[in-house]
């Protein structure tokens, strides 16, 4: 579809190309596969004012962020730790996380 509405009690919170609303309303979210994820590493990752969550899982690093260009410097602090990356997966949480920011949660 080229735009979508999202209504709350017969009122339009916001309109626009279904892309628009996801860059606007989502967060992004990082995924870094590999090894070395120390917790002092995730406590300085978390502590960037542009991330809103980083935790370590496994093989993996999860981090949210709050705009795209926040990725690059997440990446860059790992590199620097000295832990090795094996990939790198960057998403936005989709029409449907959009849609539960802009309820406030509400579904």
């Given at each position: 579809?080229?735009?979508?509405?999202?209504?709350?009690?017969?009122?339009?919170?916001?309109?626009?190309?279904p892309?628009?609303?996801?860059?606007?309303?989502?967060?992004?979210?990082?995924?870094?596969?590999?090894?070395g994820?120390?917790?002092?590493?995730?406590?300085?990752?978390g502590?960037?004012?542009?991330?809103?969550?980083?935790?370590s899982?496994?093989?993996?690093?999860?981090?949210?962020?709050?705009?795209?260009?926040a990725?690059?410097?997440?990446?860059?602090?790992?590199?620097?730790?000295?832990a090795?990356?094996?990939t790198?997966?960057?998403?936005?949480?989709?029409?449907?996380?959009?849609?539960?920011?802009?309820?406030?949660?509400?579904?």
């Open positions: 579809c080229d735009e979508v509405a999202v209504m709350d009690h017969g009122r339009i919170v916001a309109a626009g190309t892309a628009s609303l996801v860059n606007h309303t989502g967060a992004t979210h990082v995924r870094i596969q590999g090894s994820f120390t917790a002092d590493l995730v406590r300085l990752i502590s960037r004012r542009d991330v809103l969550n980083a935790e899982q496994h093989d993996s690093l999860l981090v949210e962020v709050a705009h795209d260009g990725c690059a410097a997440v990446v860059n602090l790992v590199v620097e730790s000295g090795d990356i094996v790198v997966e960057r998403s936005n949480g989709g029409l449907d996380a959009a849609y539960r920011a802009l309820l406030g949660g509400v579904i």
